[in-house]
C-alpha cells in the first residue's frame, strides 16, 4: 500500500545556452523497508543531479515482483525462481509511462530472505546499476523532444486561460529539448502575466490586510507578499506595504523572524518553482 509521501528529485542536468539547469521529479517512496532502499539508492548514486520541486509531473515509483519465486517442491524452506525490480517513469504532460526491467534468478533458504537476495542481486549487477543511471535521462531528453512542439502549444493555451500554473509545470520540462528557446518565451510570458495579476488583483487586497491593524489579518498580508513574482511591475509598492506591515508587528510583538525576513523576500521576490509549489 503506497503511503502517499512524494519526494522530489531532479532526474538531470542539462545546458542551455551558458547556465545550467536542472528538471524536477519526484520519487514516489512507501512504506516498505525494500522499495525505501531502491528510492535512497537512486538518489545516492544521481544525487549531483538533484533538485526538489513538489510541482513536477515526472513521478519515479519502484516495485519488487516476488510472484515467480515458490517454494521448492520437497524443500520446505527453501524458495527459487525469478524475480523482478519494476523502475516505472510517469509523466501526465510528455505522455510518458514506461517501466523499466530487472530481472534475476533467486535461491534463497526461506521466504524472508526473497526481497533482500533479489535487492541484493539488483545493486551489485550492471544491469542493476544502469537501471539506476542515466539511460533515465536519455529517455526523458528523447520523448521531450519529441513531443515539445505539441506541449508548447497546450502551454500556450493554458496561458491564454490564464491558467498559470498548468503553463508553467507544462513549459518547464522543455528547456531541456528542441524546443527550449519556445519553452523560455512561454515561461517569460507567465511571469509577466501573473505578475500583472498579482499587482493588479492580489495587491489591493494586501493593502486592505495591511491596514487592518487586526494581527491575524496582517499576518495573511505577510503570506501572501511571498508569493510577489520576480518581475512584478508593483515590486515597489509591495516594499512600502511590507515594510509598513513590518513596522507595525515588530513593535506590537517585540520581534518576529518571519516579518524580519519579510522585506528581503519581497525586495528580491520570487521564483515561479515557489509560487507554483504544491
Known sequence: MKTGIIFAIALFSFLNTFCQNKVDIKIEKTDTYYKDRLANEFIKKNGELFDFSFASNNLVSFDLDISKIFKVEGISTKFSGKGRINLKIENTSLGIDTVL??????????????????????????????????????????????????????ANRELESKNYKDAFRKAKPLLNSDCSNAAQVVIEKIELAYGDEFCNEKLPRIKVLANSGIDYKMEIAVDELYFMPLKA??????????????????????????????????????????????
Open 101 to 154: 526491467k530487472f530481472s534475476n534468478n533467486i535461491s534463497v533458504n526461506n521466504k524472508y530472505e526473497i526481497e533482500e537476495k533479489l535487492l541484493e542481486e539488483f545493486l551489485k549487477s550492471a544491469d542493476g546499476s544502469k537501471l539506476l543511471g542515466k539511460n533515465l535521462n536519455t529517455l526523458l531528453i528523447d520523448a521531450t523532444s519529441k513531443k515539445c512542439s505539441e506541449i508548447i502549444k497546450v
Open 233 to 278: 511591475k508593483c515590486k515597489d509598492e509591495a516594499i512600502s506595504v511590507s515594510k509598513q506591515i513590518g513596522e507595525f508587528l515588530l513593535k506590537k510583538n517585540n520581534g518576529s523572524v518571519k516579518v524580519l525576513n519579510l522585506n528581503q523576500m519581497v525586495l528580491k521576490g520570487n521564483s515561479l518553482d515557489y509560487i507554483f509549489k504544491d
